[in-house]
């Protein structure tokens, strides 16, 4: 057991190690057994005294054992830690973190972040955080606009406090700040606008019949000031096709245009809401202790000690790269909601979350902190999508693309539209033309898309069928992962089977694009250039064989002779029959080495099409057995042709 001599002696490795210059190196971190803490503090080193509460504060069971504890202090990422060992070496308890409170001066001992404790009550306390927000991007942010905006056709005025109900206005050319809602239906919204309702709503909506996420959403508005409220199911006549495709056509400018963009992250429907009391629980943390410390120049710090609370479970690496837990991540048209927001507030089941052009932030502050130490904000996907970097821009695009795909939606047919407004902003910055979800410049990587396999979530699997198969009604050209949907795979109805991201297996990684697009066009099937299609083909150049297959199930393979093709099938063939295929060459894929098993050469599986005399479909997509690239010879001696593929 230690011992301690004097009070400067015990506190060498723990306090005159913390001071503005601490960070942690490996082989010296501050380290002392617990009890020889608690006798430091006794003897009056305010320092260690505090460190001792926030221990045994946080973990009581610690006191019982204190000699034989050692606590570690180390700095890590945006935290002070303070680790425990038993005297054996392995860890015994949760680590503990430390901040300092941001209202608060910070302490003059030690370099800690900032903090902000979590609002308890979110309805009552949320307008103070947003607020502040909201004043500092507009004061100090020039990316993120501050000037009035063109109204979109229709609005909700929120009303007012003095008795006056919402309702519903159509500006004449009138500019403004509004804000819009991106939220789950979760089915049927239970309050909509239609032709035969118009007029009454105009003249006032009853906050009682409004669902839940609408009368929080007006609440929010009038305690940051916005007059107006943009509802997609208010805002568009439900009733009224050409209604709906005219202003679903416009939905990038009106979430561009928002003031800013409320997110109902945590709700399932439109009852859900934007705060619940069973929600505020988290702010009542039972692994969190305040600590009074008195700095050398007579001012008080709080010290915020904490135990781990897995941020990352909710919040993910960045949870601006679309993946965070929770219902609203899991809808395909509120991709775009989040992305084309200037500024976007995410009403969690945990925290409250801000993302604007140049910052992003969450109510405890750590990633704040985090952008702190870096030094910048790293870039989202989306912020490489709309850069002038073509090469990285559309690989950005392409793993939108595959987080969106797996995305669910009510009507499969509005794939398209669900993206439309994302596609224009892409037009807008330079991207070229637009095809069906793919971009004419990137158009030998983007054909080469690989469908998600949908078999490992069949409970009882043929071991045959891929379990996909062509849209019906049509939804796009064969050569669009757009066109598969998925069925008898245990799910209500027909659905996106999804395509791996190009970054979690190289699959749309081409070192050499060895076909030529000679043309390419898609018709839109209505007023909306980026919306839904009717038709569309690629005319493209390249080397191409022809070989036959008996197709047996989805693991059926093609040669060319003796060669080995390695086919991964979009849909099912005609099963038991011989039939003949087209392999044409896309390019030669990244060789990183036979352990990461890549392929050298990938192209498109084509058959002869039902419906048009001349032209193809895809069927699948190939790459060659061999690492080595010993089978090339295959496609060297192949004769060039051009195909129509639609």
Known sequence: MEVATSGETLCQMFCLALNDDFEDIDDGKPERSLSNLGISGNRGCLKCRLLYEACVGLHPTLKQNAANIRVELTSYSVWLQLFFYDIEGSETYPCIYLYYNYKMPPPDWIPLFPYRKHITCRQQQFPELLLDWLGECEKNHASCHKNDRPLPTRVLHVGDDKGKQPFLVIPKGEKGRYIALSHCWGGDVPLKTKKSNLSEYQKGISMSLLPKNFQHAIIVAKAIGIQYLWIDSLCILQDDVADWELESSKMASFYQNAHAVLIASNSSDSQGGFWNPSWDDYGQLNGFKELQYLNDDGSTSQ?????????????????????????????????????????????????????????????????????KLTGRRRKSLWETAISSDSAKRFGAWRSLMAYYSRRQITYESDRLPAISGMAKYMLSNGAGEYLAGMWKEDLCEALTWLAKPVWPQIANDNLTSTYRRRASPYRAPTWSWISLETYDDGNDKSRCPGIVDWQEGNYWYLERPRAKIIDAHCEPAGLDPTGAVKGGYILLQSKCIETWVVWLSRISQVSYGKVPLNVHWDIDLELGLRQKLYCILIGDAIDTGESLRRQPVRGLVLRRSKSIAGTFERVGLFDENSVQGKNMNIFEEAKERTLTII
């Not at 479970?313 to 992305?339: C, F, G, H, M, N």
């Not at 945990?350 to 952008?371: F, V």
């Open 303 to 371: 010290i915020i000690a904490r135990t781990d609370l897995a941020h990352e479970d909710y919040i993910p690496e960045s949870y601006l790269e679309y993946v965070a837990p929770s219902p609203l991540s899991k809808r395909a048209w509120t991709l775009q909601e989040e992305l084309l927001g200037s500024r976007c507030i995410f009403f969690t089941g945990k925290e409250l979350l801000w993302k604007c052009y140049e910052a992003q932030k969450c109510e405890c502050m750590q990633e704040d902190n985090e952008n």
